[in-house]
C-alpha cells in the first residue's frame, strides 16, 4: 500500500490547486481530493511512460521537457502540448536573459525581462513569497506561472473557468 502512496501527488497540493479554481466558501470532500490525486497522477504517469518510450528509442536516459510535449501531442492532448511548448520556451528565454543578467548584475533589468515574458506567454506569476522586502528583489527560485488557455481566435480564458474543447 505504501508503494502506491509514493507514486503519486502530495494530497495537500492537489487540494491546494483544486482550491484555487473554487469560491472561497467551497468546500472539497476528501474522497474529491483522493480522486483527484489519483486521476492525475496517472495522467502524469501515462504522459511520462510515453515520453521514456522515446527515449530509450532513441537511446537517451533523459526525458526532457520536449519530450514531454511530443508525448502529450502523440497521446491526442493537442491543446495542452501547444501550451506547454509556448511555457517551454518562454522558460528557455527567461532562463537564457536572466543568465546574461546575472553576469550583468542587474537586478531591475531581471524583473522587467520577468514581466515582459510573463505578459507576452498569457502567464502570471503567483506570490509564493519569492519576494525579499528587505531589499525588494527576487530570490533565485525559479518562477512559478499559472497557465492560461489560449482560444484558436487568440484569446485566453483563465485556469479558473475552463473551455470545454
Known sequence: MSDEHDKLLPIANVGRIMKKILPPSAKISKEAKETMQECASEFICFVTGEASDRCHKENRKTV???????ALSSLGFDNYSDAMLRYLQRLREYERQRAINSNKGSTS???REEERIRSSCGCSQQNDNNTNTSNNTTSSSAPSFDFRILERGGTSSSSSSPKPY
Do not use: L, M, T
Open 64 to 70: 526532457n521537457g520536449d519530450d514531454i510535449c511530443w
Open 109 to 111: 533589468s531581471d524583473e
